[in-house]
């Protein structure tokens, strides 16, 4: 008899982010078919994917408007080298990615996943103040939990043990900062005063430093890996003042918070500010191709432009500025254009509040339910070791793609999940909590 393709996948492919021998107890999920919101198995069965399959997925699978888009672009160029090279694509990507920072970060360099451009980011500021001659900076500060991505230059800055500590030796380990994280509140604080508590350990941390620190990476509003934990915008101004006071770097990852995600098409737009250095990836295509950019202020462009090659950015991935890549991140922008996606979220994301309000806030184990644009979450109180694993089981069970992430259920739907989906999602994240529960 043949073997079965779960069979197939458990001998041949090593599965990321996965101790494999629990797939001897927890089996694969042979997916076969995307639409829309709906994932669908080889047995036919449909699953609603609740977090857009690892938060790239934004508009649904299959979008007949991407798709359309891929093919028209097949047909005229699949690939080019962009060293020396160009095409449409790239440069449209650019100009509008551009725009849509208000014209503050006007040049675009091209990467395939969010790792890179974590890497693409740091290597960019430390080089910057090299070609000024500030060879002093050669420091990263991050914030505890944060997460920037697993390759080992990206692990420098990322706080997360599990991920962080088998490679420890071979990782030059960033300096972390206390997280502003809202839930720290004391009785009678605000999230706004946890926040400016946070900033003032920023500001001790760059005052001891003394000079040497090149950039301050971080997630704006939502440390996603780390749990969804939320923060105010004020911690973002106050970072933007004391990097320009220390002379830093301030850099976003908007890998995951970006392309709409906290309810503006960046992050950091909410306090107000514009970064040195921002870095995109995941839904930037639509959840299509592999796809990273990191754009960066002028002044820092300026500083690697002259006669002397060193002091380019050399750096380059085979894949940089893909045409397909940018030609469905093309199509994912008119999108947001033409449905006026973020008025609309607006909506969802209203809904989804009420409806997780409704089902989860009396519950006996459920603490902080939060929400930042379409980004929901929940802590689960006394969940066990394997927790996340009984939870994305039953959930499976009940019809819903969910994947806690340790105490944390959280909720990051694509932007296409209307009224009768939304309440189909919650409906499985509840009966899958009682049972991951017992
Ligand atoms: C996912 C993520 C990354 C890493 O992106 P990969 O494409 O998985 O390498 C970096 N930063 C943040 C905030 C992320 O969520």
Redesign the pocket.
């Known amino acids: 008899m043949a073997a079965s393709l779960l069979q197939r996948s458990l001998a041949a492919v090593w599965h990321p982010c996965t101790q494999m021998q629990h797939h001897e107890t927890l089996p694969l999920t042979p997916i076969i078919r995307g639409e829309g919101p709906w994932l669908i198995t080889e047995d036919g069965r449909r699953l609603l994917d609740g977090i857009s399959s690892?938060?790239v997925n934004l508009f649904g699978h299959c979008n007949p408007r991407i798709n359309a888009a891929l093919r028209d672009q097949l047909e005229q160029l699949e690939h080019v080298l962009l060293a020396g090279f160009t095409h449409p694509p790239a440069v449209a990507l650019s100009e509008r990615l551009a725009a849509l920072t208000g014209g503050s970060l006007g040049h675009a360099f091209y990467a395939s996943?969010?790792?890179?451009?974590?890497e693409i980011a740091l290597k960019m500021s430390f080089h910057m103040w090299r070609n000024r001659g500030l060879l002093q900076k050669d420091r990263f500060l991050c914030l505890e939990g944060g997460?920037?991505?697993?390759?080992v230059g990206?692990l420098a800055v990322t706080d997360v043990p599990l991920f962080r500590d088998a490679y420890a030796p071979l990782v030059r380990q960033a300096a972390t900062v206390p997280s502003p994280d809202a839930q720290r509140a004391a009785p009678g604080e605000t999230a706004a005063d946890v926040a400016r508590r946070a900033a003032n350990a920023l500001e001790a941390r760059l005052e001891a430093e003394n000079g040497r620190v090149a950039a301050f990476i971080l997630?704006p509003l939502v440390q996603?890996?780390a749990g969804m934990v939320m923060y105010d915008p004020e911690y973002l101004r106050l970072a933007r003042t004391l990097c320009d006071r220390y002379q830093a770097h301030l850099i976003c990852?908007?890998?995951?918070?970006g392309c709409g995600r906290t309810g503006t098409f960046f992050a950091h737009e909410q306090a107000g500010i514009h970064p040195d250095l921002l870095?995109l990836?995941?839904g930037i295509s639509g959840g299509y191709l592999?796809l990273?950019v990191v754009l960066c202020r002028e002044e820092i462009f300026r500083a690697f432009y002259g006669s002397d090659t060193r002091k380019g950015f050399l750096h380059s991935h085979s894949y940089t500025g893909n045409p397909l890549a940018c030609r469905a991140a093309l199509a994912t922008l008119d999108i947001f254009e033409q449905d006026d996606v973020l008025a609309a979220n607006c909506g969802r994301a209203e809904l989804l509040g009420r409806l997780l309000e409704e089902t989860f806030s009396g519950h006996p184990a459920v603490r902080f339910l939060r929400q930042r644009g379409m980004i929901a979450a929940f802590d689960v109180e006394g969940a066990a070791d394997g927790f996340p694993r009984r939870f994305f089981a039953a959930a499976l069970e009940a019809g819903a793609l969910l994947r806690p992430i340790g105490k944390t259920v959280y909720f990051m739907p694509p932007y296409v999940m209307d009224e009768p989906e939304l309440r189909a999602l919650t409906a499985a994240a509840f009966s899958a909590l009682e049972q991951a529960l017992t």
């Open positions: 690892w938060w996943d969010g790792a890179s451009a974590t997460y920037h991505g697993e390759t990206a997630e996603g890996a990852d908007e890998i995951a918070v870095c990836s995941k592999p990273s």
